[in-house]
């Protein structure tokens, strides 16, 4: 079946370090590819999305890029701040259920 | 829009009672789900919906029933809670498109003791 892989952590990061958090998966076909995140004591909230292959998905600084070759979606921000401390998931559509990693958590320190 | 809302947040059961989650979404989306969260997993889906009178059950079902007689709401029933219901139980709803992200409730932790 369908499955995804991601780094699991926990990791601790100053303040403007570089993330990278590697998710690889295994699917039938090209799925579409998510990363959710989840802050201390809240929900998994979209953070960003690709649809298909070479997509790149972006939002508040972090960047993911679809790639088919590695099948790979690997999460990067060039300078983390004190407030992305959170549980990063990556994901996989198997309609109708999204197929998650085991989630890594991030602490960043000032 | 408050999105999907969940309650409770937090509940203590005895091994061997019921409860009800509760899950309700304003943002008229057909498909709804309840996944569970267990430490240093990621989540699990148990039941999904693809529209009020249909569900289906996901991965791990066993222990659970749900029950889709509106589009806002879907409950979650525990039925003889068990230790191995321990878990942080989310609810989640979605357009009809598979591409298209799953909105997620704040979840609801419960301890069976």
């Known amino acids: 079946g369908n499955s995804v892989t991601q780094m699991e952590g926990p990791v601790t990061l100053s303040e403007e370090a570089f993330l990278t958090i590697n998710c690889t998966y295994t699917?039938?076909?090209?799925?579409?590819l998510f990363w959710y995140v989840q802050y201390p004591g809240e929900g998994l909230q979209l953070l960003l999305k690709a649809t298909k292959a070479d997509d790149k998905g972006s939002n508040k600084g972090f960047e993911a890029t679809y790639r088919k070759e590695t099948t790979s979606f690997h999460l990067e921000k060039g300078s983390v701040q004190v407030s992305d401390s959170a549980v990063y998931f990556c994901a996989l559509i198997d309609f109708p259920k999204l197929v998650f990693g085991k989630g890594m958590k991030l602490t960043v320190n000032p | 829009n408050a999105g999907v809302t969940q309650t409770p947040k937090f509940r203590i059961l005895k091994i061997g009672q019921s409860m009800t989650l509760q899950c309700t979404q304003d943002?008229?989306?057909?498909?709804m789900y309840w996944y569970r969260q267990d430490p240093g997993m990621g989540l699990k889906l148990i039941y999904y919906?693809?529209?009020?009178?249909?569900?289906d059950k996901g991965e791990v079902p066993n222990g659970y029933n749900v029950s889709r007689s509106t589009t806002e709401d879907f409950p979650l029933r525990l039925e003889l809670a068990a230790p191995s219901q321990t878990s942080v139980y989310f609810c989640a709803s979605s357009y009809i498109a598979s591409y298209n992200e799953q909105f997620f409730g704040p979840g609801t932790r419960l301890t069976v003791l």
């Open positions: 919906s693809v529209g009020a009178g249909i569900t």
């Open positions: 943002m008229n989306h057909n498909y």
């Open positions: 699917a039938t076909g090209y799925p579409s």
